[in-house]
């Protein structure tokens, strides 16, 4: 089976609405897709639809922005929880609207040196999506001003431009008892992508493990082999599953669906242990 656990649709920050996205993995012979949005599950109902469609099994599943007590940021995916979960919405819910308070205050630093305003921002959000800096990025594109997301994050809106502004996020120890309590599967995303910057120390992964992470998402096209490597043995040592995933975002980035897959059976622990909502498997 072909597997790829991480994609976005551009209910948050990717590039296709999510029947589109689904579409693309069957064109892509994936048999099984999650949907994992930022901070929100908006999409689920129309993913399913399609998934229905083209006949590709659709894991449910979201990413949560997270940060440490010392301020570095972990992305925590979680799949099959309940969506209506009390003590979950109301985090990412504070997550989401922190996002969108960010995002203005990001572009009105930029309209300081750049052609650049809410309304260009606004142009490439459809309603109700979880805002990132990814939006920004096309807006930038689009006044000319960049060529691709990369140039933009690469320079004015890497994390140390004098135009960044950060955000409220949950802490990782936290999001993860969170997730366990909506019945969902929680895994650590890209968890040593150094290159995006700081990375979690050893005790934040054991703090995590200890408080009910299940999965590492080890095959990711961010995590360097030496890396990789040490999340192998980590995964060995403390009993947890490995994902492995494209993290698509569309015509955003240049990562491609199935470009890293799960193994069938650490989908079949997702599947043993998210009690929170049901996966479609045709």
């Known amino acids: 089976m072909r597997i790829d656990l991480h994609a976005h649709s ?9 029947a589109d996205l689904v579409a ?36 449910p599943g979201m990413e949560i922005s997270c940060k440490t007590d010392r301020g570095v940021s972990v992305h925590l995916l979680c799949y099959l929880h309940d969506p209506l979960n009390q003590g979950l919405l109301e985090e990412i819910t504070k997550a989401k609207d922190a996002r969108m308070t960010r995002a203005e205050r990001m572009v009105e630093r930029l309209a300081e040196d750049y052609p650049l305003n809410w ?37 004015i809106l890497t994390s140390h431009s004098r135009y960044f502004v ?13 997730v366990r309590a909506a019945g969902g ?48 043995r980590l995964a060995q040592d403390r009993g947890l599953f490995m994902t492995g995933s494209s993290d698509y975002h569309g015509a955003g980035k240049p990562n491609l669906l199935g470009e890293n897959l799960t193994p069938p059976a650490s989908l079949d622990r997702i599947l043993e242990w998210g009690t929170g909502t049901q996966a479609y498997l045709p």
Do not use: C, K
């Open 10 to 18: 551009n209910v948050s920050d990717g590039t296709q609405p999510p």
């Open 24 to 59: 693309a993995a069957a064109q892509a012979r994936l048999d099984v897709l999650a949907l994992t949005d930022h901070d929100t599950t908006d999409g689920w109902a129309e993913a399913l639809g399609a998934a229905r469609r083209h006949g590709v099994g659709l894991v």
């Open 119 to 155: 309304d260009d921002v606004s142009a490439h959000l459809v309603p109700g999506a979880t805002v990132g800096r990814p939006h920004i990025a096309d807006a930038l594109v689009a006044a000319g001003i960049v060529a691709d997301r990369n140039e933009a994050f690469a320079n």
């Open 166 to 178: 950060s955000h409220y996020a949950v802490d990782p120890v936290l999001a993860v008892e969170l």
């Open 185 to 232: 599967v929680p895994v650590f995303a890209h968890p040593v992508a150094s290159a995006r910057g700081r990375v979690a120390p050893p005790e934040v992964f054991h703090d995590m493990v200890d408080a009910g992470l299940l999965g590492l998402e080890v095959e990711h096209r961010d995590n360097p082999p030496e890396g990789r490597a040490w999340l192998r």
